[in-house]
């Protein structure tokens, strides 16, 4: 069956460093792969897509890869924040519209 | 307004009762979503409109639930004999079509009691 995990653990870093977040999933042929940032209380807020035959996309701090033979997305947020604490979901879009979401792995950035 | 919105915030309800729930989404978004998050999980798909039709409706969970979309801008989403189970919150999405970024709401917070 169609299957998108993420780390299920929270992650707990420290200012400064590099989060990394992974997105796996199994049966699916994406044609592309989102990240959305959710706050407690508020919806999910679009930060980066990337395309089946894109390695690698970068915004500011923010870099996605999707490696399409591994069937896995990473999500990094270099020199972390703690106003980077939130929820990070990725999402895969196969056809018509609709995107499946992963469960989300919840990040908190120390001072 | 300048983003979606939902109404009502929070919605309370006893078992059996009807409830509708209410998006607005962003003007001249064609593509407009209904998903339904419970705790500690991600989105899960309901519907999706393109225009007035929808165009999916695999999520819907049973026939209790049903959307509408008539003038392809404000969508309903209504659910019958509501059940305990039916507790979440429902959030409701657009995009310009139907292969972009979604812009999401709020959300309301059901509670069926």
């Known amino acids: 069956s169609q299957k998108i995990e993420q780390n299920s653990e929270a992650l707990n870093i420290q200012e400064g460093k590099t989060a990394t977040l992974t997105c796996n999933y199994t049966?699916?042929?994406?044609?592309?792969l989102q990240w959305y940032r959710q706050d407690p209380g508020r919806g999910p807020v679009f930060l980066l897509l990337?395309?089946?035959?894109?390695k690698e996309k970068r915004k500011e701090r923010l870099k996605v890869t999707f490696d399409t033979t591994l069937k896995q997305s990473l999500f990094h947020i270099t020199a972390s924040q703690p106003a980077d604490s939130a929820t990070y979901l990725c999402?895969?879009?196969?056809?018509?519209?609709?995107?499946?979401f992963g469960q989300g792995t919840e990040l908190s950035v120390k001072p | 307004g300048a983003g979606v919105s939902q109404t009502p915030s929070n919605k309370v309800t006893e078992k059996g009762k009807y409830v509708e729930l209410r998006c607005d989404p962003i003007?001249?978004?064609?593509?407009l979503y209904w998903y339904r998050q419970s705790l500690g999980q991600g989105p899960e798909f309901l519907i999706y409109?393109?225009?007035?039709?929808?165009?999916?409706d695999s999520g819907l969970p049973n026939d209790r639930f049903f959307a509408v979309r008539p003038e392809g801008s404000v969508s309903t989403l209504k659910i019958q004999r509501t059940e305990r189970g039916d507790s979440a919150v429902y959030l409701c999405?657009?995009?310009?079509?139907?292969?972009?970024?979604?812009?999401f709401g709020p959300g309301t917070r059901l509670t069926v009691l």
């Open positions: 999405a657009s995009s310009l079509s139907g292969a972009n970024e979604q812009f």
């Open positions: 049966n699916y042929s994406p044609a592309y």
């Open positions: 990337i395309r089946e035959n894109e």
């Open positions: 999402a895969l879009y196969n056809q018509g519209g609709k995107l499946i």
């Open positions: 003007s001249g978004h064609t593509a």
């Open positions: 409109f393109q225009g007035t039709g929808a165009a999916d």
